[in-house]
């Protein structure tokens, strides 16, 4: 946790505010949308509605953690081929919402659709549920 943060705030802007990194967004700020979810020791958690005081020692991973442009996570390159991302807003908190979906349930005869998912952590605005699930999917089936 960055030595300058006030631990009042939500965890949500000591990484966009504190540390200029801004993958994480703002949606509704009310743990309803899911643009803000970041992993917090593993789980993903909406750090729009929790205090940055409860998570200090706890490891937390944001957008920025998952992948780079030179060598991206396997859940981004899958988004790229299937062209999930639409604004791309609220992508970020999906795929950290997937990445932790993904670790949890590794066997890929595990029935996606029946587990919790990526769209239930995150209320997507736009019509991008088909190419999601079809990217979890081949992700989940090279695990
Ligand atoms: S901004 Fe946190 S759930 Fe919407």
């Known amino acids: 946790m960055a030595a300058d943060a006030d631990l009042a705030m939500p965890l949500l802007w000591v990484p ?5 990194m ?9 743990a309803v949308c899911g643009a803000c979810t ?6 993903a958690d909406r750090s729009c509605v929790i205090p940055a005081y409860t998570v200090v020692g706890k490891s937390i991973q944001t957008i920025e ?16 081929a299937r062209q999930v991302p639409q604004c791309g807003y609220c992508q970020g908190g999906m795929l950290m919402a997937a990445a932790a979906l993904l670790e949890k349930h590794r066997n890929p005869r595990t029935p996606i659709l029946t ?5 239930s952590a995150v209320a997507v605005r736009v ?4 190419p999601l699930f079809i ?5 989940l089936a090279r695990a």
């Open 16 to 20: 966009r505010d504190v540390l200029n």
């Open 22 to 30: 801004t993958g994480t967004k703002h949606g509704c700020g009310v």
């Open 38 to 43: 970041v992993r917090i020791h593993g789980h």
């Open 65 to 80: 953690s998952l992948g780079t442009p030179d060598k991206p996570h396997a859940l981004q390159s899958a988004w790229i």
């Open 115 to 119: 587990q919790p998912s990526p769209t």
């Open 127 to 130: 019509n991008g549920f088909a």
């Open 135 to 139: 990217a979890l999917s081949a992700v």
